[in-house]
């Protein structure tokens, strides 16, 4: 309410459905696409004009049209900020995607990755002329190797899937080299698993067996000894597992994996509940892919890049792929061509460099000590999360210990109408990212809640009165304020059916006969 | 006069002589929310009884379709291919998927009559 | 330690709260003789001047592309980017974003993917457009086992145009996924028969364009070739700034298109990360592997972009998924897209233009020196040349005065027999100081 000065003198309901001119809500701008607004002779970009002379295109000069559009730099600049005012991201506020691993990203790492020697520097220069660089991969590799207490890393893959599919090739090699390549074609996963593993095997071929969890979301090694048998190449178990729990028989696991003559995969999408606490190579594993985007903070980046170096068991290392960074009299050197075992080359050049710098700067900065109690803080923030809220919500497995996500189902929402997308959403509300949602698939309308060790306490208790306070809104049958949510975000509901069963992928100039509508 | 039957992947077949009208059912299509997509055999395929026929998909799932009875396909709904949601709207009707010439009618026995798929579907909840 | 915010206070009072008398009771799941009860033999935490200063002393040990004149090339090209390029990718809503699966409060993202995509297909000439793959090598892999899917069919023809770094890539997923992929020898003059390899059961033909060795291909006939047999052609390129001048590879009849697309708004960055470009045609798009943008509408009815067909990605279809990839390169391709909307079609043609204007000058000038020989009839900003002796050798001895004079052969392929060819990269950064070093460089080597 406003006075006769136009003074608010009390307060009065938030008005979601106030329409502007523009569609603009105050800082929250509307924005159109580049292709709407840009026009084809102009460019931000000044280019000296070279002198007349005799191209050397063979006739292959471009013909086709090429109507890109070009914005001034003050266009571009406005452009691009007004999108980025329509993304939520971790620097703005909690972030708890289970499973992501939404930390703090420091700057340190962004300012160090961009110094000329190492983000100026081309990935075929003489060895002589990068010795820094390898020997940053170097560092990289023994902090990696020494966290996980394994024989060998590689830091080619380029993302967690791209490592996941370079140890099974690893592993698949390994088989060959045994004489087993026809024989062992079976790969056991857990229904809970990321989609990227049975994916993944797959896609070189092996057989998927599903494993079956305990009531507790946990493996049985009497499962896995059941299915173990001379045509099984390999188990893929991610560990801690996707439900938050560390597989507490993972020891048995891999003896009954090793015994039968297989390998033990390790997805390592969760490895930052545990840095410092247990080693992978104590628990049996043979190969397993580090997200330095997620562990070790590199940013996530609306999606990437990520980066995904693996470590390996003695029993693996000699098939690693190429290239890798080897001492020499001469001082580090590169092997770039297939020596030996290895199972060759996966992707141009050495990996992800930038995200290695940002990964070593963060793993300096936290030293071992550091490490560990990030690895402690973040298993603590969600035993906190989950014991203040478990009174509300309910959990699948009971009230026990969690690592560094607690994941609870949609049972306590039974009867309300009221769905975990729903919940989800009406968080946007709020000013949170929704939690990971329906996974694992394993646990009915799954929400799985991981704070990380950046969160501080004052945080998490906002995060959980807001939950809470949800929660009961939910209970008491409020549904309003979920079926409808998002009502204040930049968009509403999205119609996803429409998108995929008409897909419109490219922008294209709009139709004549449209236009005159 | 057709015959209706249906399997556990939630398929109906219609039977009107030795022709079999294939499709999902209505609670399949429930489950599955919006389809957006769906992948039909070509005409002149011969199936065999619980094999991979069709890809029906929605927005966040993705369903194959088994053959409920072995046969020869002739006929495709093509008109699905423009217009998924007639599944939605009508599934054991307009959202027909195929028909099968039926290669052993024998195999009908194998499957659920509507009773005792509505007894299956009880049992699910 | 500075990232961390709990007080030790804080902290016994969570766990208090929890029901815990230590952190150690939230760990008890991990077995006790697996357990590490020391700190790991690593160094202890480091302020933040204390990790500039190492990581700058391993830095200070490289030496910077733009400190030397440089010609190196061969899938990884330094051009300039705008400065206001760096700064928006550093925005924090950027920046520190998810993958867009909650498209209500990330249409910024989403956004730029689709802008992206439309770029994408632009430039190549094609329909749509993925919203970027890890990088060329691995989209060129990709490509073909969706080529398989798409013909059912499982075996490809490899040019020996492409990029040794590429084959390889491509040869390793085909041999683990079980497919066939020869490749023909090197082929620096661009003279390969690649159409006597093509038969009823081929399912790609792989072509790169500007090549390895700087050719520009003509594929139409390839392609016309191909489709006869019901194959696809997969046009394959590293230099991405190419398009701005030269025929795109859809109006040459490719059916997939795989390439690098680093040139544009990415740095060198030792290889990584780069951003991975796919286009094909409308009706392959459910064999694509990587994530799509597509253009809806809200619940009120206003435009906005989501996330589509992701039925065809490993979160949904698990093993029947067309490829495991889960990331795609999203800072990369937004860097991309900043770039691309900066320069727009008139932008790129220019920088392009100055590319091979200085590619060719110098092309020239090279050719005057005894001992160097020009062996392309065509190229955009990157040739190749036989030198006397082995390219590698000559190229530590020219690292040695400061002049970083290109990629051997060699390095890539040391197997080929290619063992005099030197590939010489020129873009709008090198200046006629440069140029005129490495002529004087590569004259003085050659003639003692």
Redesign the interface.
């Known amino acids: 309410m406003l006075n006769n000065q136009g003074r608010p003198t009390q307060p009065e309901k938030a008005s979601a459905s106030y329409r502007t001119f523009t569609g603009n809500r105050g800082l929250q701008m509307e924005e159109a696409l580049i292709f709407e607004t840009g026009r084809l002779d102009v460019t931000g970009v000044d280019c000296e004009v070279p002198a007349a002379f005799t191209a050397r295109l063979g006739g292959l000069e471009r013909r086709a049209a090429l109507d890109l559009p070009g914005l001034s730099e003050p266009e571009a600049m406005r452009h691009y900020v007004r999108l980025s005012q329509k993304n939520y991201s971790i620097d703005a506020g909690l972030y708890p995607l289970g499973s992501c691993t939404m930390k703090h990203n420091p700057r340190l790492n962004e300012k160090m990755a961009r110094l000329p020697g190492f983000a100026d520097i081309h990935p075929l220069q003489p060895v002589a002329t990068v010795q820094g660089a390898l020997a940053l991969l170097a560092q990289l590799g023994h902090w990696l190797t020494t966290m996980t207490g394994m024989a060998a890393v590689s830091l080619v893959p380029k993302a967690g899937a791209h490592g996941e599919l370079c140890g099974m090739m690893a592993i698949k090699t390994a088989i060959a080299a045994r004489g087993e390549a026809a024989t062992r074609r079976v790969v056991l996963v857990p229904d809970s698993a990321h989609g990227t593993n049975p994916a993944t095997a797959a896609l070189i071929g092996f057989e998927v067996r599903a494993v079956p969890a305990r009531a507790d979301g946990t493996v049985d090694p009497a499962a896995v000894a059941a299915l173990m048998g001379p045509e099984v190449a390999a188990i893929m178990l991610t560990n801690p597992n996707t439900c938050g729990i560390f597989e507490r028989d993972i020891v048995a696991i891999a003896e009954i994996i090793h015994e039968g003559g297989g390998y033990f995969y390790c997805d390592g999408a969760n490895f930052n509940a545990i840095v410092g606490k247990t080693r992978t190579g104590d628990l049996g594993v043979d190969a397993m892919h580090i997200n330095l985007h997620k562990t070790f903070s590199t940013p996530h980046g609306g999606g990437g890049p990520g980066s995904g170096p693996v470590v390996l068991s003695a029993r693996l290392a000699a098939f690693a792929p190429v290239p890798f960074v080897r001492a020499s009299e001469a001082g580090l050197e590169l092997v770039e061509h297939v020596t030996g075992q290895s199972f060759g080359r996966m992707s141009a050049f050495h990996g992800q460099m930038g995200m290695f710098v940002r990964a070593l700067a963060y793993m300096m900065s936290h030293g071992a000590d550091g490490l560990r109690q990030a690895s402690e803080d973040a298993v603590l923030n969600a035993n906190y999360v989950r014991v203040c809220l478990n009174d509300i919500m309910s959990s699948p497995f009971g009230a026990r210990p969690c690592m560094h996500e607690a994941l609870f189902d949609d049972e306590w929402l039974k009867g309300t109408g009221i769905t975990t997308l729903d919940f989800a959403k009406a968080m946007i509300d709020e000013g949170y990212h929704p939690m990971t949602m329906y996974f694992p698939l394993v646990v009915h309308g799954a929400m799985l809640i991981e704070p990380t060790e950046s969160e501080s306490l004052a945080s998490l208790d906002l995060f959980i009165m807001t939950l809470r306070d949800l929660a009961f809104s939910a209970q008491r049958g409020e549904t309003e304020r979920f079926t409808g949510a998002p009502h204040l975000a930049p968009r509403r509901r999205l119609d996803e059916t429409r998108a995929a069963r008409a897909p419109k992928l490219r922008w294209t100039p709009p139709l004549p006969a449209a236009a005159a509508e | 006069m057709s015959t209706v039957y249906f399997t556990k992947d939630h398929e109906y077949i219609s039977v009107d002589g030795d022709i079999g009208t294939i499709g999902i059912t209505d609670h399949a299509q429930q489950a599955l929310?919006?389809v957006?997509?769906v992948e039909l055999p070509k005409a002149g395929a011969t199936l065999a009884r619980g094999k991979e026929a069709a890809v029906v998909?929605?927005?966040?799932?993705?369903s194959d379709v088994y053959a409920a009875a072995s046969g020869e396909v002739v006929a495709v709904n093509t008109a699905l291919e423009g217009a998924?949601?007639m599944i939605n709207e009508d599934a054991q009707g307009r959202g027909w998927f195929f028909k099968v010439k039926l290669a052993d009618k024998a195999e009908l026995a194998n499957l659920m009559d509507a009773a005792a798929y509505e007894a299956f579907l009880k049992t699910l909840d | 330690m500075r990232y961390l915010p709990h007080t030790s206070d804080e902290r016994d009072a969570m766990l208090a709260r929890i029901g815990v008398a230590s952190l150690d009771e939230l760990f008890a799941d991990i077995p006790a003789a697996q357990r590490l009860e020391g700190l790991l033999d690593l160094p202890h935490g480091a302020s933040e001047m204390a990790v500039e200063r190492q990581l700058g002393n391993l830095a200070a040990r490289n030496i910077a592309a733009g400190s030397v004149p440089f010609f190196c090339g061969a899938g990884a090209y330094r051009h300039h980017v705008p400065a206001s390029v760096d700064h928006l990718i550093q925005r924090s809503e950027f920046l520190t974003s998810y993958t867009p699966y909650q498209p209500e409060i990330t249409q910024g993202t989403l956004q730029y993917l689709f802008e992206f995509q439309t770029q994408v297909a632009a430039l190549t000439g094609m329909e749509v457009a993925n919203a970027s793959m890890y990088d060329g090598s691995t989209a060129a892999a990709e490509a073909v086992l969706m080529a398989h899917r798409l013909t059912k069919r499982r075996k490809a023809v490899l040019s020996g145009g492409l990029h040794p770094h590429y084959a390889e890539t491509i040869r390793t997923l085909s041999f683990m996924a079980g497919a066939d992929a020869g490749l023909l020898p090197a082929d620096p003059l661009a003279d390969e028969d690649i159409m006597a390899q093509i038969d009823a059961e081929t399912s790609c033909v792989v072509v790169q364009s500007p090549d390895v060795f700087g050719n520009l291909r003509d594929m139409r006939a390839i392609a016309a070739r191909a489709h006869a047999q019901g194959a696809l052609l997969i046009a394959v390129f590293t230099e991405v700034m190419a398009l701005g001048l030269i025929e795109p590879p859809g109006a040459m009849g490719a059916d997939i298109v795989a390439g690098e697309g680093q040139s544009i708004g990415n740095g060198l960055n030792f290889g990584g990360p780069y951003v991975g470009l796919m286009a094909t045609r409308q009706n392959f798009v459910r064999q694509m592997p990587g994530r799509l943008c597509g253009e809806t509408l809200d619940a009120e009815g206003r435009r906005g972009f989501v996330l589509t067909l992701s039925t065809r990605e490993q979160h949904i279809r698990r093993d029947k998924a067309t490829s495991n990839i889960c990331t795609n390169s999203g800072l990369c391709a937004l860097a991309f897209t900043i770039h691309m909307s900066l320069l727009g079609a008139k932008g790129l043609r220019q920088v392009a233009l100055l590319n091979h204007a200085k590619a060719v000058a110098l092309a020239q000038k090279l050719t005057g020196i005894a001992g160097v020989e020009l062996i392309n009839q065509s190229f955009f900003n990157e040739f190749a040349v036989r030198v006397q002796g082995d390219a590698r050798v000559l190229v530590e001895k020219l690292a040695k005065t400061g002049v970083l004079a290109g990629v051997p052969y060699a390095r890539l392929a040391p197997q080929a027999g290619l063992d005099d060819i030197l590939l010489i990269a020129v873009t709008e950064t090198t200046t006629d100081d440069d140029a005129n070093a490495l002529v004087a460089a590569l004259a003085g080597a050659l003639s003692c």
């Open positions: 929310g919006d957006v997509f998909e929605s927005v966040k799932a993705a998924p949601g």
